[in-house]
């Protein structure tokens, strides 16, 4: 992710644009459903998205782990974990690409796994589904898991 505008001690700013884009994110996730899905797939576009989900969850201004536990609970009582939530939409949208998926077998398989490795549980265990999901796309297509 390119540097942020905000100096690292603008937290309150940084947590606000975070919380912009990740109601943005909820907004405009049924528009890309519905209008870039069926016969008008655009791949970019779902590129685009997975790759600014992917970016926002592992933003190092949402890194709680790293913060002091009253900071951490004042954040999470003001905005939640919004990596959550945006790990929930990449979920969703997942499971809306249909036979779409087989697009970004093996593309987003890296950074999928890099969302992963953020250290909150919740996190990783929306995730793992998708990589279930991944492995038996990978099998229907190729018979396989080879290269």
Do not use: C
């Not at 990596?83 to 809306?96: C, D, G, H, K, P």
């Not at 087989?102 to 593309?107: N, Q, T």
């Not at 265990?125 to 796309?137: A, G, L, Q, V």
């Amino acid at each position: 992710m390119k540097m942020s505008v905000f100096p690292r001690d603008w937290m309150v700013m940084r947590l606000l644009t975070s919380n912009i884009i990740v109601t943005t994110v909820q907004y405009l996730s049924s528009a890309l459903h519905k209008n870039f899905t069926e016969t008008d797939f655009d791949f970019k576009v779902w590129n685009s998205y997975f790759s600014l989900a992917v970016l926002f969850i592992n933003q190092p201004s949402l890194q709680l782990e790293i913060i002091t536990s009253t900071k951490r609970k004042k954040i999470l009582d003001k905005y939640g974990d919004m990596r959550v939530m945006m790990a929930y939409e990449l979920f969703s949208m997942w499971q809306n690409l249909g036979e779409h998926k087989i697009h970004f077998i093996p593309g987003m398989i890296g950074p999928f796994l890099g969302v992963t490795l953020v250290p909150q549980p919740e996190v990783r265990n929306i995730m793992i589904p998708i990589f279930h999901d991944m492995m038996d796309w990978e099998q229907r297509k190729n018979g396989n898991f080879k290269q």
